[in-house]
């Protein structure tokens, strides 16, 4: 069952106009991640993965990274067009947000510049944001896409989406 996109607003993408397979781009975008009071990521130096019916997913750069927030958690897991992929806990204080981050450390060639740099889910923090823009997690336990009002669905994650 494929899904028949919603018409996009003016100064709005349609999820359903990005590629597949996926690519990735710089943003200048300010992108914001908050926790516990804590300002997690802050960078204007993104790069922004668009995929056919997904949301933008953000990989930031480690320098942009709260310094020893990040730790490496278990599992890896295989994506056909960025490679393989290794997984991050968020740790402020005390508290410990299990796989909330994912990287690839060896991308494939055309993903190349997404060497190191670290996308996170939405849902567990307290505050994500594209533009001072909070953004709504992709629906779906697996996937990372970040909405905003900027794009227009509907987007792969949610019930009867699976065969998108």
């Known amino acids: 069952m494929r899904s028949t996109p919603d018409t996009p607003a003016p100064g709005q993408e349609s999820v359903?106009?990005?590629?597949r397979p996926a690519r990735a781009e710089l943003t200048q975008a300010h992108v914001l991640i908050e926790h516990a009071g804590v300002v997690v990521a802050d960078t204007r130096a993104a790069v922004r993965?668009?995929?056919?019916?997904?949301?933008?997913s953000y990989y930031i750069p480690p320098s942009d990274i709260a310094p020893g927030c990040l730790w490496r958690a278990a599992g890896s897991s295989f994506c056909e067009w960025k490679g393989h992929a290794v997984y991050w806990d968020v740790v402020i204080g005390d508290r410990v947000l299990p796989r909330v981050g994912w990287s690839y450390p060896d991308p494939t060639p055309p993903f190349a510049i997404l060497r190191d740099h670290v996308a996170f889910y939405a849902a567990p923090f307290d505050r994500c944001?594209?533009?001072g823009e909070t953004v709504t997690p992709q629906a779906g336990g697996f996937y990372g896409g970040w909405i905003t009002s900027k794009v227009a669905g509907p987007f792969k994650?949610?019930?009867?989406?699976?065969g998108w």
Not at 16 to 19: C, D, I, L, T, V
Not at 49 to 56: G, V
């Open 129 to 131: 944001s594209v533009d």
């Open 49 to 56: 993965t668009l995929e056919t019916s997904h949301p933008p």
């Open 157 to 162: 994650g949610g019930p009867g989406s699976l």
């Open 16 to 19: 359903w106009a990005y590629p």
